[in-house]
């Protein structure tokens, strides 16, 4: 099977379960505001995209495509294509992306595909999608949309891997946390990413968690904590009081947030 007959099977199979036509409706008009922003969250198992308004209220529905196994940069532009395609006209574009981004370029790319070193994916989007192009790493995007601006804030995503990205009086520090040790010699994300919760289980999983969240409470002294990503909401422990959930929607939203200042 091509490349291309991958990418259209994953599309076709995940239309087929969210049940959605390829044109994506509008929500009712509400006295919309413009610019328009495609809002893209590429992560390892899927790709979503929504369009906001210029108030960062959602104006079509999210919808989404399994990111395919060896998810090349073609592969991946591919897909955030069709899901532009999607939903109608849109003034500009941010995208958060999982791994090592600087300038719109993306350095590296763990739990994705090969070619990914020293790629030009925000350049790439530009060129397809004719529209101008802001990205960054998914946590820091994530992190844009739901941060006070005030002291200490931590933002760490729970999916395929572990993301990070620290804020100091909203001033955005990106951080490669997942690949740090963390416990018996193993890293975050080796103890907290999708393999290890398929591997430990759930309660086990939650038990690390809870153990990472105070290590990081005692290596940062934050004053908030969000855990966002996928499988944030497998979380069953109480959660201390300044540390919260966030839902994907928050990654998307940031996307508003990256228009607001030069990113790097």
Known sequence: MTTEQTINEAAKKTRQEKKFSPAVSERPAKSERKPFTLAVDVGGSGIKAEKLDGTGRPITERTKIATPKNATPKKVAKIIEELAAQHGSFDRVSVG???????????TAANLGK?????????????????????????????????????VELVITLGTGVGSVIFVDGRRIHMELGHH????????????????LGKKGKKKWNKLAMEAIDDLRRTFNYDRLYIGGGNARLLEAKLPANVKIVSNMEGLLGGIKLWAAPIK
């Not at 992306?97 to 350095?107: R, S």
């Not at 040790?181 to 290890?196: C, D, I, M, S, V």
Request: net charge positive.
């Open 97 to 107: 992306f999982p791994g090592v981004v600087k300038e719109g370029v993306v350095y």
């Open 181 to 196: 040790p963390f416990h018996k010699g193993k890293t975050y994300e080796e103890e907290l990413g999708n393999r290890a």
């Open 115 to 151: 070619g990914w070193n020293d790629y030009p994916l925000q350049k790439e989007l530009a060129k397809r999608l004719h529209k101008p192009v802001r990205m960054a790493n998914d946590a820091d995007v994530q992190g844009l949309g739901c941060i006070t601006g005030r002291g």
